[in-house]
C-alpha cells in the first residue's frame, strides 16, 4: 500500500508512515506549504487524516507570507527570514527598460506548482551509492512535486523518498535551468524541514579533534542557530544531525523528537530557525560562505539528501529509527559482521618494521583478532608526519620484499589484512609534490599553508582523481588486501582550484566516485572512514563505508561520553572502538583492562595494544574478551539500542541495553565514570524483552550470574548493579548476555 496520499480536492499531500505523518498542501496561487509533521495518535484511518489536515488557519499568515511554512522557502515574494534557495537571473524574462539596467540580476525566484508524480527508487545527487547490496532492497517510492518559477522557464522539483517503517523520508531538490541564460545560484538547501510552533530544544553533537560527538542540548531561542562545517569533511566540531523537541516534552523514552541528518561530507550547514511567532524550522544544506553555483542554460543540479523524521519514542526512539535506516538501506554489505580489528597505529607509530608486524600479527591472531590493520608508515618516505605522503608505493628500506611476507604470515594466521591510506593529502617532501607542484589546492603567488606538513591535492582536476583511483586500484591488484582505513588529516584552506568555487563539491564528488570504483572493482574490500578520529562520519560516508574511526581519543573514560554522542545519530555496529594501553597515549589516564574492554565492546571492537607490554595473564584475559565479544557481537551489531542511562544525563553513568528485534537476546553493558558515594541508584530498567519469558544471564567467562523474567528485568531492573559502596564493592563496568531460555 502506497505511504503517498493525494487529495485532489484539497490538494493535499500526506505521507503517512509507521508511526508519524508528513504532510503538506498546494495553495491556490501554486505555493507548497506545510501543514503538519508530527507522530500518529494510534491507528488512525488516512480519509480521516486527509479530511481534518487543511481547516486549520496558518498560524503565521498574520504575518503576511513572510513566515508562510513554504516547503522551500525562497527568496522572492515576501521574504523577510532565512531561505532555502535564491537564484540571481542575470536577464528577466521580459526585458528592463534602460534605467533599469543596474536593478540587475534579478534575485527573485517564486516556485509554483505545475505537477507531481510518484516515482520507485529515485535517488539524490551523491547518494549513498557504494553499488554493493543493502540489506533491505524493497522498492521505495519517492514523491517528486515539479515546481516552477511564476515568470521564468526555471524548475525546481522537491523530492521525497519514504522509508515508512523507519518513520524517515529523504529529502532533495533538483533545479532545472531552461531560461537562456547562465544562471547563478546564491543560497540551496537540500530541504527545509518545519515544527509545529512552539519554543524547542535541540540535542545536537559538539566537540573538536579528540572530543568528536559530545551531546549538547540546549534551548532554541528566537534569532538563528547556524551548525557547519568549511574544512570540506564532515568535521570535528559538529556533525550534521539533529534532535529537536518541544521544550520540556520528550524524554530518552517519551515525546515527540522530530530528527535529522545530512547525507553529506562536504562543507555542510543546519540552520535552525526560531522566528518571532514562534515558527521553527531548520534548513539543512550547502555552506555558503564560499558556495557557488552556475546553471548554464538546459543544466541541472540535484542536491544530496536531507534524511529526516518524528518519533515519538524520545530521543531513544529517535536514534533507533536512524539506526534501523542506516543499517537495513545505507551500509553496505550489512548482511556481514564487522570483523574484530588489530590497528597498529598506536603500538609501532611510524616505526614500522616486518619484524614489529609480524610480531604483533602473531600475538593479534592468538587472542582472536580477525583483520590486521597496518597503520601510517609502511609507504615511500614516510618515516614521520614530514614526508611521502602522495606516494602509495611500499617503502624497500621497511619492506624490502614488498608486503608480500607481512601479507603471508597475516593471511596464515588466519587474518584478514588491512592498510592506512590518506589518498586526498600529499607532503611537499614527496615524490608526488616533486612531479606536480600544481596538483594542490592554491591561489597563485599566495601561501600555501601547511598542516601537519601537508597540503590538499586538487581534486578539481579530473587527472588527480584519476591518479589516485589507479594508485588505489594497484594496490589491491596487486596485494590481496581485504581492507582500507582511508583517512583525512587536515582541513582545506586556500581552496583554489581549477574547478573554482565548485572545489568545494568536486572534491566530495572526486572522494565518493574513488570509494565506489574501488568498492565496484574490488566488492570484497572493505572500508573504514577515519578524518583525523571521528571527522568524516555522516550518512553519505555510510553509504560507502563499513565502519568509521570514532575518535583518535581511545580513553575509555572519555569514549563513554564520545560514544553515547555518537550513538544518538549512528549504530553501534560502524562505530570502531579499540582497547588501547593501560596508561592513555592521549589523556595520561589510566584504566583497568575491565573498563576498557567493556566500553570498546559497544561498537566494532578493535585493539591498538602494543602485546609486548602485557603479561601472560593479560593476554588470556583479551583471548577471554575477544572470544565474549564475538558471542555477543550479532547483538551489538545488529540489535536496537536503549540507552538506559546516558552519561552526560546521568552522572557520568551510562547504561546500554542491546536487543534483538525478535528479545531473544540482549547485551547489558554499564560504565560508571563518576559516582558519589553514599548514592543508592536504582537498577536499571531493562526495554523491549518478553516479560513472559525466562532470561539466563552469563558474564564474559560464560559463568551465570542469574535468571530472571522479562518483568522482572523490565519493572525491578538489573540485579547487582544497585549499590556503590566501598571501592571493593562497586561495580564500575560490566557486559553481560541476555539469552531467552527455550
Ligand atoms: C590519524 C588517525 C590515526 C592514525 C594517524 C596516522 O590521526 O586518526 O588513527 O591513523 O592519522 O598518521
Redesign the pocket.
Known sequence: MSAIHFDPKQRLFLVKMRTSYYAFRILEDGQVVHCGSGSLPGVVETDALLSGLNVYEDPNYIWESQSRRYEIPAFGDVSYHDIGLKVAFPQPAVPPAVHEAANLPVRDVRPRYVSHEIRTDEKPWLAPAHGLPVRKTAPRETLCVRLKDATCDFGVTLFYRITPEHDIIERWLELENNTPVEVAVESLVFGTVHLPNGRYEVTRAAGCWGREFVPVRQNLEQGRMILDQQGLNTGHAGNPFYLLNARGNATETAGDVWFGALAYSGNWSLRFEALPTEAVRVHGGYELSDFSLSLAPGATHRTPAFVHGCSGEGWGGASRSMHRFIREYVLPHSAELRPVLY?S?EATYFDITLENQTALARTAASVGVELFCM??GWFGGRRH?CAGLGDWTVSESVFSGGLKPLIDEVKRLGMKFGL?VEPEMINPDSDLYRAHPDWVLHFPGRPRTESRNQLVLDFGRPEVVEHIFTVLNRLVADHPIDFF?W?M?RYASEPGSVAGKAIWRKHVEGVYSIYDRLRKAHPGLDIQS?S??GGRVDIGMLGRADQV?TS?NTDAYDRVFIQDGFSLAYPPRVMESWVTHEKNHQTGRIASLDLRFDVAMRGALGIGLAFSDLSAEELDACRCKIAFYKKIRPVVQEGDLYRLSFGPDHGGVSIWEIVLPDASRAVYSIAVIHHLQGIHRAPARLKALAPAAIYAITDERGAEIGRYSGFQLMTLGMPGDTVFGGAGQSIRSRTLLLERMK
Do not use: L, P, V
Open positions: 590497528n597505529w597503520d601510517d608526519d592506512w582505513k583517512d588529516n577515519c583525523g578520529g574511526w583518535d
